[in-house]
């Protein structure tokens, strides 16, 4: 077998000599078992008392870091698992602001927020920031950033992880991203290939399809693709989204392979990405216990098929044990061939070596001082105050004040997470108490009258949400059931709506007469929507998608 090593001299690896030294020794010297647990990367959280144990006996590739908001706990933990490792391990973290953003370092935007502000120097403050606290707590790798497009306004999945709906200004935003990330030591990865936000579908439900002709597959995914390849991107995620026109070209009689998804197909990760687009990285799967996959066939069919059909590395797993078994096996049995391990085992210690892990690592413990500086958060609260957007204002209600609408009736369904089981309240409405006014929380039951209330304010937090297959305007459960659903009270009291996350509400409300995005839940933002209410600080007037949905009616 010839030595594939060289590969990575190339782009976007450009290892030189002491790095492709580094590479082959390390390679030679990993037995079959080590070599497998190069394939795969495991999900980490709270505090497993056998998960160091665990990491120590099956030596993943990495480890992708669920952080809790202890962060004495989070630095000694960190520093645990590498020194465990016994090649250097890659840790990962999806940085993608918002929620996001480490519980214990800066509150930082999310990507829908950033593209309101579309301020690309802004941008790289705010990537700077989450490169810099990555890499003080141990992370390496981001899962960031999105290149899919805001196109079905229904889709619960891209929503707010996405920079909107226009192609130029998503590859700017990427691109900088991006270009921060990697300058800062953590390597970028672009997803999720082969791009989403056409289909209003979730692929954490099933397998989502990408229904653009090539045509137009060039002209916006393409596009964002090879910008990113040219502009040196470590890693692509290969995401369990089908693109029938690419297979269908080929093949008119492909039939359901046709609709294969690319975690999976040959055609998508090594003809398309690796042979038209040139890629020459790391290619990693999506999160494999999703349904994307899992509805596609058996988990020990399709994991095997993840490597053989061109990723490099599969992301998560339920049951290392019998996961890595089933790889083991289609080594064995040559579904996965000699050459394709070698390829894969090569390019994930040529994307460590790229970062220089092969150096050894500054201890978390040591760099708790740059997590959460008071610099990083005067710099990320003065971009987050640019985002909150000014959709409409037709009764020109804004800005408020407590002299003419003093009592305010706030309705809201707190602010949901796919991870909590019970909505987070809103501090929004203790904000308004601080500055007079006499706020209500509406609760089932609760009488709504123009005698009562002067102002209603609607709050809405649901940003980009995982396993919902939509995300919508709920009136029965907000107004408190049947009867309260059909009511609109905005003829007699004076409303507002507030979107801190998904920006389309607007299609169930469309003749609401002021609305507001705000893109992100985080408390910064909700400080910043308040200085906005109250006439302190400007609004933004650049939507980043059509918030009206499309709809002529929803800007009266």
Not at 160 to 177: H, K, N, P, W, Y
Not at 264 to 287: M, P, T, Y
Request: proline letters at 6%; hydrophobic letters at 50%.
């Amino acid at each position: 077998m010839s030595d594939v090593t060289d590969m990575l001299r190339k782009a976007p690896f450009n290892l030189d000599d002491a790095g492709i030294d580094w590479v082959r020794r390390t390679k030679a010297g990993l037995s079959a078992k080590a070599k497998l647990g190069q394939l795969f990367t495991f999900i980490s959280m709270g505090r497993d008392p056998g998960e160091l144990d665990r990491l120590a006996r099956l030596q993943p590739a990495g480890i992708t870091r669920m952080f809790s908001p202890d962060r004495d706990f989070e630095c000694d933990f960190m520093d645990a698992a590498r020194t465990a490792a016994a090649v250097p391990l890659l840790v990962s973290a999806d940085l993608e602001g918002s929620r996001m953003s480490l519980a214990f370092g800066t509150e930082v935007p999310n990507p829908l927020a950033l593209a309101a502000v579309d301020d690309v120097q802004a941008s790289r403050v705010i990537a700077r920031i989450m490169a810099e606290e990555a890499r003080a707590i141990g992370v390496n790798w981001s899962f960031t950033p999105v290149l899919d497009i805001n196109a079905a306004f229904r889709s619960p999945i891209v929503a707010t992880r996405g920079f909107g709906s226009d192609v130029a200004r998503i590859e700017r935003q990427a691109l900088a991203q991006m270009a921060e990330f990697q300058a800062g030591g953590v390597a970028a990865t672009v997803k999720h290939w082969p791009g989403e936000g056409y289909d209003d579908r979730d692929q954490h439900l099933l397998t989502t399809i990408n229904p653009l002709s090539m045509a137009e597959w060039h002209a916006t995914f393409g596009r964002l693709y090879r910008a990113a390849i040219d502009a040196g991107v470590l890693s692509v995620m290969s995401a369990h989204i089908a693109l029938p026109a690419f297979v269908l070209a080929a093949d008119p009689e492909a039939g359901v392979e046709a609709y294969r998804p690319a975690s999976v197909s040959r055609a998508l990760n090594i003809d398309l990405l690796r042979g038209q687009l040139g890629f020459n990285g790391l290619i990693v799967s999506d999160a494999t216990p999703m349904a994307g996959l899992g509805a596609w066939g058996p988990r020990e069919v399709t994991l095997p098929e993840v490597i053989a059909n061109g990723c490099d590395m599969i992301l998560f797993t339920e049951d290392p044990e019998a996961d890595m078994a089933s790889v083991a096996a289609a080594i064995a049995d040559g579904r996965i061939s000699a050459l394709r391990l070698d390829e894969a085992v090569t390019r994930v210690l040529g994307l460590k070596a790229a970062l220089g892990l092969q150096n050894g690592f500054v201890p978390a413990a040591g760099q708790k001082a740059a997590l959460g500086r008071a610099e990083n958060k005067a710099a990320a609260r003065a971009v987050t105050a640019r985002a909150p957007t000014l959709v409409k204002d037709v009764q020109g209600l804004l800005p408020l004040s407590v002299a003419r609408t003093p009592r305010v009736l706030v309705v809201s369904g707190g602010i949901v997470s796919p991870i909590h089981p019970v909505p987070a309240p809103f501090e929004v409405p203790d904000m308004l108490r601080a500055e007079g006014f006499a706020v209500t929380v509406f609760a089932p039951g609760t009488a709504i009258a123009s005698a009562d209330f002067d102002l209603m304010i609607y709050l809405f937090g649901e940003e980009t949400l995982l396993t919902r297959g939509r995300i919508f305007l709920d009136w029965a459960k907000i107004s408190g059931g049947f009867q309260g659903a059909m009511r609109r009270h905005w003829h007699e009291i004076p409303t507002l709506m507030i979107s801190f996350g998904y920006p389309y509400y607007l299609y169930d409300a469309p003749r609401v007469p002021a609305y507001v995005n705000a893109y992100a839940t985080m408390p910064t933002m909700q400080a910043a929507v308040v200085e906005c209410l109250m006439g302190r600080a400007k609004w933004n007037l650049a939507s980043p998608v059509d918030a009206f949905c499309g709809l002529g009616d929803a800007k009266y």
